[in-house]
């Protein structure tokens, strides 16, 4: 149940709005449902004979505005509360004595009209529809004074829980505060009207995400809204400071053709100028540039090589998630950047799934509890690494990576609801968990090739060889914890991990146990893709199957990790193994 709640100043027009058509024809069977006293006159039910609807509604307004009009000056200017109270789609359709209950319960709620008080405001509840009531009242007592409605809307939203729990509806979650605004009701049907998949506030709102993703200036940051298309308008003080900026999509315009403005606070409490610097000055990323393309191509393997990267800095993330210190918080402002980047860059396959976890996750970011000592700067810069090496679109090893990576997200998203729920914040959890099924949608797409591709190694190799290895697997993980659905449970990809891990020239049990002790596995989907994605990167095997394997060298300089970010550099690798099927160029066993 949505309680959604405006002020304004003009009774009789809110009334004939109400009992009019709708901008739609929506409008039916308007109806009052409750009244101050129950005895207001109702221009939809009038069936006196020489009724006039119009004269009726007029006798309401007067009625309404009657203590408004005693007051004279003292009353507020805008005296009209509006509340219009909405039921999940899921529900059942309430009666008009139970939307009657609702209206005076959250009446009673804000503090217009506490049950017993015979000054308190008068008001009144109409329904022209299965689903919603519209709740107007006038804001002068009996005795002529102001009610005190501080807080009206946490006040309605706290009672909507509780009447939603009494009388068996959906359940909505708390909130705090820190959610963005929701587009109007004018903005939605001006979408709908021009065609538009979405309100420009939400448009606008994912366009500055995805500039701020990354970045590590604010001139960045501004040259990155530009580049998107985006108009920008600064708001200067006198002293010449930038305090503010605003945005606008191009061809969105008012009826007076002039561009229609939203501020970077009214798109998100986090969107503001002041809180984005503070972001940057908290965690700035690294201002690194990608390598230049080598004769005059792309190069292709970048993208590849900086998901690797950000997949150990996604998974520290985690561990700090898990560890439940209120520090981990800045590090729920990394995720969502590495999110956008990800979903930016990824390619068409996985991108849709992707942009919907990052939109999903941009709720989880936000909430009251603040980080002391910030520091973004690893999954920033991972962030940024991404975007600069650009969409991989599919080639060298970006299905492997892209997975590899999201299989970690899952994990981050999954310590994050946990994060979130310890502390009470419902909405933050639920969005975290939505998340979760989004990137796990995603992996599945993006692992679909590359996993197959291990399954075929698996089952090529010799049987005993073969044997070995899922003895290994076994003697590692019991079977109960290799759960997964009735396609994936064989350890075909596993085993075909660890006998390249062992070709590269690492101990396949020791390997196995260290990827096995990273982090639970519990909440893993299938047990099997998480291990074989942390066994590729530690052992620095190529995500894609079809790369060669190759034993790390000797004396190869390895390029130490920045203080300010974690690298992960991939091994160099030497020629194919020989096939397995071919006993002569077995490799000999350990």
């Known amino acids: ?32 449902v409750g009244s101050w006293d129950g005895f207001a006159p109702d221009p939809g039910r009038d069936t006196s004979p020489d009724s006039d609807p119009k004269v009726t509604l007029a006798r309401l307004a007067a009625a309404l505005d009657l203590r ?3 007051a004279g000056t003292t009353a507020p200017a805008e005296h009209v509360w509006h509340c219009s109270v909405r039921t999940d789609p899921g529900d059942r359709t309430l009666t008009d004595a139970e939307w009657n209950t609702v209206a005076r319960r959250l009446v009673h709620a804000v503090n217009l009209a506490p049950e017993g008080d015979p000054d308190g405001c008068r008001w009144v509840a109409v329904r022209h529809a299965d689903d919603h009531i519209h709740i107007l009242a006038t804001m002068v007592r009996g005795d002529l004074r102001r009610p005190r409605m501080n807080y009206d809307f946490k006040k309605a939203q706290a009672e909507c829980r509780r009447i939603e729990k009494q009388m068996g509806l959906r359940e909505l979650k708390p909130g705090d505060g820190t959610g963005a605004k929701t587009p109007t009701s004018a903005e939605r049907f001006k979408a709908e009207r021009t065609n538009r ?11 500055v995400r995805h500039a701020l993703a990354g970045t590590a200036t604010e001139e960045e940051f ?31 315009r008012n009826r007076d053709r002039k561009p229609i403005w939203f501020a970077g606070s009214t798109l998100a409490p986090d969107l503001s100028l002041p809180k984005i610097r503070l972001r940057l000055a908290d965690g700035t990323a690294d201002q690194r540039t990608p390598p230049a393309a080598t004769s005059g191509r792309p190069d292709w393997s970048q993208p590849a090589r900086e998901r690797r990267s950000a997949t150990g800095i996604a998974e520290h993330a985690a561990i700090m998630l898990a560890s439940d210190d209120d520090e981990a918080a800045a590090q729920l402002v990394g995720v969502g950047e590495l999110l956008d980047a990800v979903a930016q860059t990824s390619p068409a396959a996985t991108r849709s799934e992707l942009g919907a976890a990052a939109r999903a996750f941009e709720r989880a970011t936000r909430s009251h509890v603040r980080a002391e000592r910030a520091d973004t700067r690893a999954i920033r810069s991972a962030a940024r ?42 909405q933050q959890a ?22 197959q591709a291990l399954r075929d190694q698996g089952r090529a190799l010799l049987e005993a060889e073969r044997r070995t290895y899922e003895a290994t697997i076994r003697a590692a993980l019991p079977e109960e914890r290799l759960r997964a659905d009735s396609s994936s449970t064989k350890t075909d990809a596993l085993a075909a991990t660890l006998a390249q891990a062992e070709q590269a020239g690492h101990d396949p049990k020791a390997l196995l146990q260290q990827a096995i002790d ?3 596995l519990d909440t893993a989907e299938d047990v099997n893709d998480v291990l074989v994605w942390r066994l590729r990167r530690v052992a620095q095997l190529p995500a894609h199957p079809g790369e060669a394997i190759r034993r790390p060298q000797a004396g190869t300089s390895q390029r130490k990790p920045s203080a300010n970010r974690t690298i992960t550099r991939t091994a160099p690798m030497a020629a194919p193994r020989p096939a397995a099927s071919d006993p002569r160029n077995r490799p000999p066993r350990r």
Not at 197 to 207: N, V, Y
Not at 239 to 246: E, K, L, P, Q, V
Not at 438 to 447: D, F, N, S
């Open 1 to 32: 149940m949505v309680p959604k709640i405006r002020r304004g100043s003009r009774t009789h027009g809110l009334l004939v709005y109400l009992y009019g058509p709708g901008k739609r024809d929506e409008h039916i069977d308007a109806h009052l």
């Open 68 to 70: 408004v009009k005693q």
């Open 197 to 207: 998949p979405e309100a420009p506030r939400e448009t606008l709102r994912e366009a």
């Open 222 to 252: 501004f040259t990155r809204l530009r580049q998107a298309g985006l108009r920008v308008k600064m708001r200067i003080a006198p002293s010449g400071d930038a305090i503010g900026y605003n945005v606008a999509l191009p061809g969105d």
């Open 385 to 426: 690494g991404i975007i600069q090496a650009g969409s991989a679109l599919g080639r060298g090893e970006d299905g492997g990576t892209t997975a590899m990576l999201v299989s970690t997200l899952v994990l981050v998203a999954l310590a994050a609801a946990r994060w979130h729920s310890a502390r009470g914040h419902a």
């Open 430 to 451: 639920h969005a975290s968990r939505q998340t979760v099924e989004h990137l796990r949608a995603a992996y599945r797409q993006a692992a679909a090739t590359p996993m």
């Open 518 to 520: 990273m982090r639970e």
